[in-house]
Structures are given as structure tokens and as C-alpha cells.
């Protein structure tokens, strides 16, 4: 069963406003939380992550906000670009272990 | 600096064949992981290592071996390969437990 879901395939936004996207989760035990953009034919790669004592991080024009008690993530991207047209993964963690949801695919219009 | 290495980048083998997926990193990282990427399922982890010498087994090990015998490297075997692990696969490295892993740029393999 999937521990850690996707539920929106796909998103599309105007350029210069707010992309967010979420992710949800059913394991509490996950303690350490991130998201990864992918381009196609390459490798995810590391975007933000947040643990599980904090609800928000902020990195430039990225936010990742975490409810422990709804088992939810959100990823804003504001102003949202054309170069962050790309699908993101979200992750949660316990302990070494990994799990990934289906992924979005943003497309941000000129 | 070229952070994690897939090799070979494309293999298409036939049922039965067996083939081993080889990762490396230069970045000295303890953990290292295999996932496999099929449409619509996101990324699943196969097995992973938590030091040179050490495996575990993932979230869909089967049909599946690995080795860590050095620590930049970790390989993945199929024995015996079936049309079900057509897939991409990608293998990752961190440098402990809460920190985010870097990725390669994935296997892309086709069993006929």
C-alpha cells in the first residue's frame, strides 16, 4: 500500500504565480520530509526538505509546510518560472528508509 | 565532480539473461540505494546499504541481489531477468539517516 500519495498527476500555472503542490502520507512514524524535481532522462534531484519538529522551511522561492496531525505536505514555488517545469516527487522518511509518492508534473506557462 | 555514476545507461536483454547495474560515488556516503521508476508508481526502493559489507532488502527485492563489498560502490543483479523488471532504474547515496540523497541519472532497461 502506498505510504505516501500524489494525488494531482499533473498542474499547470502562469508564470510569476504560485505553484503548490501536495503530498500526503499515512506512516507517523516518518520523521524527515523533502521534495525532488525531475527532468526527463536525468535522476531526481534535492529541492527542500523539512523534519517532522518543524511545520515550514523556506529556501528563496521555496517552502515546503508540514501538518503532522493531517499527515500533510505542500510545496510553494513563488513566482513560479518556466525552468521549474518539471515533475516533483515528494519523500518521507524513517529512519534510512525512503518512500516516494507518484509524482506531479508542473508545467509553468510563459 | 560527478557525484553518482550509472552504468550502463541502456540494456536491453532477453528473459532468462542476467546482468549486473553498477552505481558508484566519490562523495564518500555511507547509505547507498537502488530504486526502480515504473509509470505511475513513482520511485520503490529495492535494497539499500548502510555501510561496505552491509545490505538490506526494499520495498520489491525480489528477482534481485546487491553487493557492497567496496564503499562507493553498490551493484544489482538479476539473475534471471523477466519482461516485470523492465523499468528505470536509479541508484542514490546519502550521507546518513536525515539527510536527502543524490541520485543518478538512471538504468534503462528492457527485457524482452
Known amino acids: 500500500d502506498q505510504q505516501v500519495k500524489q494525488n494531482s498527476p499533473s498542474l499547470s500555472v502562469q508564470e510569476g504565480r504560485i505553484s503548490i503542490l501536495n503530498c500526503d502520507y499515512t506512516?507517523?512514524?516518518?520523521?524527515?520530509f523533502l521534495w525532488y524535481k525531475k527532468y526527463p532522462a536525468e535522476g531526481p534531484t534535492f529541492l527542500i526538505s523539512?523534519?517532522?519538529?518543524?511545520d515550514k522551511n523556506e529556501d528563496g522561492r521555496f517552502t515546503v509546510f508540514l501538518n503532522k496531525s493531517a499527515k500533510h505536505l505542500s510545496l510553494h514555488i513563488v513566482p513560479s518560472q518556466p525552468g521549474d517545469s518539471a515533475v516533483y516527487f515528494c519523500?518521507?522518511?524513517?529512519?534510512?528508509?525512503?518512500?516516494f509518492g507518484t509524482g506531479t508534473s508542473l508545467t509553468v506557462i510563459p | 565532480n560527478a557525484g553518482v555514476t550509472q552504468t550502463p545507461k541502456f540494456r536491453v536483454l532477453k528473459t532468462g539473461q542476467s546482468m549486473t547495474l553498477l552505481c558508484a560515488q566519490d562523495?564518500?556516503?555511507?547509505?547507498m540505494y537502488w530504486y526502480r521508476q515504473d509509470p505511475g508508481m513513482g520511485l520503490r526502493l529495492i535494497h539499500y546499504s548502510v555501510g561496505e559489507g552491509t545490505t538490506a532488502k526494499g520495498e520489491v527485492p525480489d528477482g534481485y541481489n546487491v553487493s557492497r563489498l567496496k564503499k562507493q560502490n553498490f551493484l544489482l543483479g538479476l539473475e534471471s531477468a523477466a519482461p516485470s523488471q523492465t523499468s528505470v532504474y536509479f541508484c542514490?547515496?546519502?550521507?546518513?539517516?536525515?539527510?536527502?540523497?543524490?541520485f543518478g541519472d538512471g538504468t534503462r532497461l528492457s527485457i524482452l
Open positions: 519523500a518521507a522518511s524513517e529512519w534510512v528508509e525512503f518512500y
Open positions: 542514490a547515496s546519502t550521507k546518513g539517516s536525515n539527510q536527502p540523497q543524490h
Open positions: 506512516n507517523s512514524m516518518f520523521d524527515y
Open positions: 562523495m564518500n556516503h555511507e547509505y
Open positions: 523539512i523534519s517532522s519538529i518543524k
